[in-house]
């Protein structure tokens, strides 16, 4: 099949975010089918964003052709972010026909944070004869209102509503990465028998060839080896809640010396959250630098204890779909999940514990409890989540299931 992907933010391994297209889409390429993506010059998720000097300038990686729109820079999440959407969307929708007839796609992806690119996806499917799968990945527009602020009324919310529900009514098939979600899109105009869940996952090559930590973090972890190391990996901002983790630090101290919290990356929040840990004296936090994607096997394979979190937000109700969530299981460590978010493949298969993010009792508990297990038995809980992994969350298994899916809908 001929699979053309339109997404905005897409990325690479070199570039950087968002992986998720490239992932799935180089499976394709090895399953035999001719994939392309079509993509903006510019995203704020990139380490590194391509050179483009003119509209639909192409470059192919790793057997896929990326396709590069001009949509222009931009800064934080105001107007200029804005005008770069409407400048992507509607290059795309104004060349739909000679997208259609060069590139000849049986089946059209619209999978950008955004649902604006409905409009184009349905255009060029319908000129190529071809099936339209709308991806979800953020619940847009709620996020804009119920994390956001914004009023229902606001005239970029209600555009964004617009073209949510036509992507409902007229797509042939939705994918979504939020497990729960489902509800919602139908009552979207979604026909439910479209719907389908494909989560993320991780990549094995990645894990079996991981690359080595920074010589800092191998330090830390040689100094403190017969210690029991609760490991955070990720952002350091207010959603991410690591006040509460230093609450549960501060709490695991005074019951156990001989557990340690390890809080690896960056954020806006790192600086007053390493402060807030020295004017506090919770000694048994530990700050490190961020690691490349490449090494994050290598870490959190060092720890003891994979702890994830986030502040309580009505988004969580549709699921989690985390990737630090997969590496943890990935890793063969136990999980503490601390989400107000429904059941998550933490607990489905056993490799970790589900607590509350805001009652820290109750996440000290589980720490203690995972620690004090038998050794046979903490292994037997991190080997559930790897077995979990290898069976329904890496991308070879991912990118089978979306082209089963989206091939069902080919042949009707």
Not at 56 to 62: N, R, Y
Not at 104 to 110: D, Q
Not at 314 to 331: E, H, I, Q, V
Not at 384 to 397: C, P
Request: aromatic share 10%; charged share 25%.
């Amino acid at each position: 099949m001929n699979i053309l992907y339109l997404e905005h933010y897409a990325g690479s391994p070199e570039m950087g975010m968002e992986f998720r297209p490239y992932y799935l889409s180089r499976e394709w390429v090895r399953m035999g089918h001719k994939v392309t993506i079509i993509a903006g010059d510019f995203s704020h998720l990139r380490r590194k964003n391509p050179n483009v000097n003119e509209d639909f300038q192409s470059e192919t990686i790793d057997g896929i052709e990326y396709v590069w729109i001009k949509a222009g820079r931009y800064e934080g999440n105001g107007v200029k972010r804005a005008v770069t959407m409407e400048r992507f969307v509607r290059k795309l929708l104004t060349h739909a026909r000679q997208i259609a007839e060069k590139w000849e796609p049986n089946i059209v992806i619209a999978s950008s944070t955004y649902p604006l690119d409905t409009y184009p996806a349905q255009r060029i499917a319908k000129i190529a004869r071809a099936k339209y799968v709308h991806e979800v990945h953020d619940m847009w527009p709620a996020t804009l209102y119920e994390v956001g602020g914004m009023s229902k009324k606001h005239p970029f919310v209600i555009a964004m509503q617009i073209a949510e529900n036509s992507a409902y009514r007229h797509c042939d098939k939705c994918v979504a990465l939020a497990p729960y979600s489902k509800a919602y899109m139908v009552e979207h105009g979604l026909d439910p028998e479209k719907f389908v869940n494909i989560q993320n996952g991780v990549v094995e090559e990645e894990w079996a060839f991981a690359d080595d930590i920074p010589d800092e973090h191998k330090r830390f972890f040689a100094d403190h080896k017969d210690k029991f190391i609760v490991g955070y990996f990720g952002g350091h901002a207010l959603s991410n809640a690591l006040d509460n983790c230093l609450d549960v630090a501060e709490k695991c101290r005074k019951v156990d010396k001989d557990i340690i919290f390890a809080f690896v990356g960056e954020g806006v929040e790192k600086k007053r959250l390493v402060q807030r840990a020295i004017d506090e004296k919770i000694d048994n936090a530990f700050f490190l630098p961020s690691v490349s994607k490449k090494a994050v096997p290598t870490l959190v394979r060092k720890f003891d204890c994979s702890y994830m979190t986030g502040m309580p937000s009505p988004l969580y109700r549709f699921g989690l779909c985390l990737n630090k969530m997969y590496d943890s299981m990935m890793a063969g460590i136990p999980v503490i999940c601390a989400f107000n978010a429904p059941q998550t493949p933490v607990s489905i298969y056993k490799c970790g514990i589900e607590c509350d993010p805001m009652d820290t009792d109750r996440v000290v508990r589980a720490i203690l409890q995972i620690k004090r297990l038998a050794p046979d038995e903490r292994k037997q809980m991190g080997q559930n989540g790897i077995d979990a992994v290898l069976k329904h969350f890496t991308y070879r298994h991912l990118a089978e299931k979306f082209i089963a899916a989206i091939s069902e809908e080919a042949k009707r």
